[in-house]
């Protein structure tokens, strides 16, 4: 995963984030939610096809394959885990929570997650999984 930006992880999170409230995703739809501008989307989304992580109709929908799904997930999984232990365990408030566990995930080790992730669940007692 690390021969991906914080950027294109961020594009990857986005889509599957969509796909999973929607079913599908647009280009607009991700500058929407990533609040750019659709060229950016674009000039992403030719990488992120390049990298055999998505499938992008012209003018049409946007998909991961199987490869991307991966990679998304593993993404999303790390956020929130680490929005979880902010906002539940330290008391960050909500939004901030979001915004800095965003800005962590890109960063973080997979033994730092993994001993964030037992730490959690040690102290709020519940069962957290790490996808990927």
Do not use: W
Request: net charge positive; with cysteine.
């Amino acid at each position: 995963m690390k021969t991906l930006s914080p950027s294109l992880e961020d594009y990857l999170e986005a889509i599957y984030i969509l796909k999973e409230k929607k079913g599908f995703t647009r280009v607009s739809e991700i500058a929407n939610f990533l609040k750019v501008k659709m060229p950016s989307v674009n000039s992403a989304l030719k990488i992120l096809v390049g990298k055999g992580l998505v499938v992008h109709e012209t003018y049409g929908y946007v998909s991961l394959t199987d490869k991307g799904e991966k990679s998304a997930k593993k993404v999303y999984s790390r956020h929130l885990i680490l929005k979880r232990f902010l906002k539940d365990v330290l008391g960050v408030d909500e939004k901030k929570a979001e915004q800095d566990a965003c800005r962590i995930e890109h960063h973080i080790s997979q033994e730092s997650l993994e001993k964030l992730l037992k730490y959690i669940k040690k102290v709020i007692n519940k069962d957290v999984a790490i996808s990927g």
